[in-house]
């Protein structure tokens, strides 16, 4: 991703998080807040998520706090991430031993999804993503649902036309 936007002109730094979900605290976000600064990050610069649910959570935390606000864009690699974490603008960190305790809604300006990237996921994360594209069907898609026990098999196989299009 980097040496792609760095290809056509678009100057990038990054930083990376320690896997998992208590990498989403206000000590992490100290430490990205510190980094930005070391980089003489603006509000016309954007922060970029690349990764699962939790480093999309945690980027939107980031964008809309620092500065009182950066744009932010996630790129999700995950199938939960790009069906919910990425587009929900619901973004928080853990505090105090409770889950996305201190946060606020902060709606990406874009986000990018290549399904390509969900053959690198174990069954498992398919089929947890996979409950949550179901949710939104039975919740408020019928011709969605109706897909899903059609084709689920495809679909499952990152048929990439018909995985697109669900997405």
Do not use: C
């Amino acid at each position: 991703a980097l040496s792609s936007l760095r290809e056509v002109g678009i100057e990038t730094a990054s930083i990376t998080l320690p896997r998992g979900d208590a990498s989403k605290s206000l000590e992490q976000a100290s430490r990205i807040y510190d980094w930005l600064a070391s980089h003489k990050a603006e509000r016309r610069d954007a922060i970029v998520g690349l990764g699962g649910g939790m480093v999309n959570d945690f980027s939107g935390f980031i964008a809309g706090t620092y500065l009182r606000g950066m744009p932010v864009v996630q790129a999700p690699t995950s199938l939960l991430a790009m069906v919910d974490a990425s587009i929900g603008g619901k973004t928080a960190v853990n505090h105090a031993g409770a889950k996305n305790i201190v946060g606020l809604f902060n709606q990406p300006r874009a986000v990018v999804a290549d399904v390509a990237t969900l053959k690198t996921l174990p069954r498992r994360a398919l089929i947890e993503g996979m409950g949550e594209v179901i949710k939104h069907a039975l919740i408020r898609d019928a011709e969605l649902l109706d897909l899903l026990e059609a084709r689920l098999d495809d679909l499952m196989a990152l048929e990439p036309e018909l995985s697109t299009r669900v997405i």
